[in-house]
């Protein structure tokens, strides 16, 4: 069983989103974009308020009014539900699920420590006796590996820390086999879960006793019940340690953060062979982990991304959130790259394409045009605005023409040359760069006050403007080459009393917008720019 569909709206910067997941999912953005805010949403839906916390945390803005709603679907209930070890929870979700090989699961702010169910559209109006334990036993089991807990936890190497967890479970499971272990866990379960078992029922006459003598002094009272928790089975098998001989043999909660680090790369390592092997490995996991590339060379960030794919193959599934280019550079059936981002302090989640992913990587990379894997050529534009806006409208028009890169000058001539030089650097073992005489330079109309710097840069490149591989704007930006339609033209005065958010905003909203027609009749220069870059494409 696994998650198919995300809806979150009202937590923390997030204030409304929904998306599709598949096996291997990877999230990449700046820092303070809100990716942490997603994982930690997820990690509310599955284990409820952390200890300690108020529910006025998870709020946007700590706005109460705003209910925080998350809604997940899971897909292959079925199997998930069959898949049980528990004979007794495995019935009762197969008689909630009455069939229906889909699941959706509720948790809001207005009722925290509740779930709701939704099959088939319709919401269970009341979970049957006993039901919260079987629903918690049937969902997959949620493994959050952030990077304050692999400080604060996994160097502890406690019996609840992910790796903890991990060889627990696999020790679980090859115990299964055995009938003794078998035995013992249908007695286990007996004494402390049916509602006939003996501590219940002495507890129940505890309770009686008790009421007997409270009774005495109030005569209001009518029953006095106790309560208590099963203990959880699984925490028998989780009293061990780890020794490691590098040279030197001690525990593992006494090596450095790398071996610790490189440590759950070789478990779960082991641990996805293991799974591979056995079909009826049992429950599913959901592996959340945030900034996977910690402490690990690239070399070691590629192996575990291939450990990754191995483990959510078949049951499990992946959800990370990264800085590195490594676990964004490789194409994977089972992988969707989204890039999260921060508008006005709202967080959006947008799947990445293939025309996205250079630039994505690009930005990974520390936005050195020297990085860039190779693309048919190169459009050095003003800015981030003409990226954004050039970017959407081929990707809507024209995304059969070559692959371009379109880098931005930042609007500076300064850095359109070190753009320029670049790139001229990143081919210097061919004694001269290949684009040489094929990347394209977009700039705005100078002004007065730019004029001189705009004439030594022409001077300086002339064989490019000889070639005609300098192109110049009408106008003083980009904003003002806008068709004059639906409020996006703007005039030079409006655009020096625009914020680069403001015209980063307006470049999306025009891209996401802006018919072919208006854009080859109306921002013919562009248009053209785009048709020369094209031109001289490999």
């Excluded at 925080?68 to 998930?80: K, L, M, P, R, Y």
């Excluded at 190497?157 to 992910?162: D, N």
Aim: proline share 4%.
């Amino acid at each position: 069983m696994k998650i198919s569909r995300v809806s979150i709206e009202n937590f923390r910067s997030i204030k409304k989103t929904e998306f599709n997941c598949s096996n291997f999912n990877v999230f990449v953005g700046q820092n303070n974009a809100g990716k942490t805010n997603f994982f930690e949403a997820i990690e509310w839906f599955f284990n409820g308020l952390p200890k300690g916390k108020s529910i006025r945390d998870l709020h946007p803005n700590r706005d109460t009014e705003k209910e925080i709603c998350v809604e997940i679907e899971f897909s292959d209930a079925q199997h998930g539900a069959k898949n049980m070890r528990n004979e007794g929870n495995r019935e009762k979700m197969l008689k909630v699920l009455n069939g229906s090989d889909t699941l959706i699961v509720r948790r809001k702010s207005s009722e925290p420590t509740k779930r709701k169910l939704v099959i088939e559209g319709a919401e269970l109006e009341r979970n049957p006796a006993g039901f919260d334990k079987a629903f918690n036993d049937f969902l997959p089991k949620f493994e959050y590996i952030h990077t304050k807990q692999y400080f604060d936890e996994v160097a502890k190497y406690s019996a609840k820390s992910p790796i903890g967890i991990m060889l627990s479970s696999v020790l679980e499971e090859i115990l299964q086999d055995n009938p003794q272990y078998r035995e013992f866990r249908e007695k286990f379960d007996e004494l402390f879960d049916d509602d006939g078992s003996q501590v219940k029922i002495e507890f129940d006459r505890l309770g009686g006793s008790v009421k007997t003598h409270l009774e005495k002094q109030f005569a209001e009272c009518t029953k006095v019940s106790f309560e208590v928790s099963s203990p959880e089975f699984n925490d028998l098998l989780k009293n061990f340690q780890t020794r490691v001989d590098d040279g030197v043999e001690t525990y593992a909660s006494e090596k450095g953060d790398g071996m610790q680090r490189a440590l759950m790369l070789a478990i779960i390592q082991a641990y996805a062979e293991y799974r591979k092997g056995r079909e009826e490995a049992g429950k599913s996991f959901l592996f959340f982990i945030d900034e996977a590339e910690l402490h690990l060379h690239p070399t070691a960030q590629r192996k575990l991304k291939n450990v990754l794919l191995e483990l959510c193959a078949d049951l499990d599934q992946v959800f990370l959130n990264t800085h590195s280019s490594v676990f964004v550079a490789d194409d994977h059936p089972d992988q969707t790259i989204y890039k999260v981002e921060k508008e006005e302090r709202i967080t959006g989640f947008r799947p990445v394409d293939a025309l996205d992913k250079p630039y994505v990587v690009f930005e990974l990379l520390g936005g050195s045009p020297s990085d860039l894997l190779l693309p048919r050529n190169f459009l050095i534009v003003e800015g981030p605005s003409e990226v954004e806006f050039l970017t959407r409208v081929i990707r809507r028009f024209y995304s059969d023409k070559p692959s371009v890169q379109i880098i931005s000058a930042e609007g500076d001539t300064h850095q359109a040359r070190r753009s320029i030089n670049a790139i001229r650097k990143s081919f210097k073992p061919l004694e001269n760069s290949i684009f040489e005489e094929r990347m394209v330079v977009l700039c705005d109309a100078p002004t007065q006050n730019a004029q001189a710097g705009f004439d030594e840069f022409v001077r300086d490149f002339k064989p490019y403007n000889d070639r005609g591989q300098i192109k110049i704007l009408e106008n003083g930006s980009l904003e003002e080459c806008y068709p004059d339609f639906d409020d996006w033209k703007r005039t030079e005065q409006q655009v020096s009393d625009m914020s680069g958010k403001q015209k980063t905003k307006l470049s999306k909203r025009v891209g996401d917008q802006i018919s072919k027609e208006q854009f080859e009749n109306e921002m013919k220069p562009v248009y053209e720019t785009l048709v020369c870059t094209w031109d001289r494409a490999f």
